[in-house]
Nanobody, 115 residues
Framework: QVQLVESGGGLVQAGGSLRLSCAAS????????MDWYRQAPGKQRELVAT???????SYADSVEGRFTTSRDNAKNTVYLQMNSLKPEDTAVYYC?????????WGQGTQVTVSS
């Protein structure tokens, strides 16, 4: 089992930056592929970014070039660096760990971008 705790959310003006962190415990972190999702009010949860166990990354078109995900296996932590933030990036951001059909979610952290 994996426990995930996100942090780093907050209120930022459009054009600003935030870095989210997701700290994992309870299992060998390097074995897990990690995703970042977000859910805006009234919308479905959407996949934002993925980083595999080998460090390969992928991004939703809406954040490509602005967001970067990375992982530090020594610290059991995955990061989401968000630059050039837009009001439409406002959402609750979640991290997710996946492996062999199992998945675990964090509790989410709110990101609000003001115009």
């Amino acid at each position: 089992q994996v426990q995930l705790v996100e942090s780093g959310g907050g209120l930022v003006q459009a054009g600003g930056s935030l870095r989210l962190s997701c700290a994992a415990s309870g299992s060998i972190f390097s074995f897990w592929s990690m995703d970042w999702y977000r859910q805006a009010p009234g919308k479905q949860r959407e996949l934002v970014a993925t980083i595999t166990t080998g460090g390969t990354t992928s991004y939703a078109d809406s954040v490509e070039g602005r967001f970067t995900t990375s992982r530090d296996n020594a610290k059991n932590t995955v990061y989401l660096q968000m630059n050039s933030l837009k009001p439409e990036d406002t959402a609750v951001y979640y991290c997710r760990a996946t492996r062999w059909g199992y998945d675990y979610w964090g509790q989410g952290t709110q990101v609000t971008v003001s115009s």
